[in-house]
């Protein structure tokens, strides 16, 4: 089970919001306690599958970044013959 801890005020502001979709979008109103069990119990719920995604986007963005940054360095690298006129 994922447990975020949220700065208190966070917190309270997740809560109103939760507290304000249902007033909306249901026309129902929940108390602060049952707005804070349903956060709680989605984010359990839904928190590892966000994480994943998002270290899984870190993650390409971390392999392209190093792609660019490898071929730069190619890029860098300077040209080596041999010295004209033969070898002393």
Partial sequence: ????KWPRE???QLIEQVQHYFELERSEE???????????HMVA??????????IQDARKTVVER????????????????APRGGSR
């Fill in 66 to 81: 190093m792609q660019a940054m490898e071929d730069e360095l190619y890029a860098l690298e300077k040209n080596v013959s």
């Fill in 45 to 54: 719920l839904l928190g590892p599958h966000v994480y994943n995604q998002a």
């Fill in 30 to 40: 929940i108390g602060s306690i049952a707005a804070e069990q349903l956060l709680d």
């Fill in 1 to 4: 089970m994922m447990k975020l």
């Fill in 10 to 12: 966070q917190k309270q």
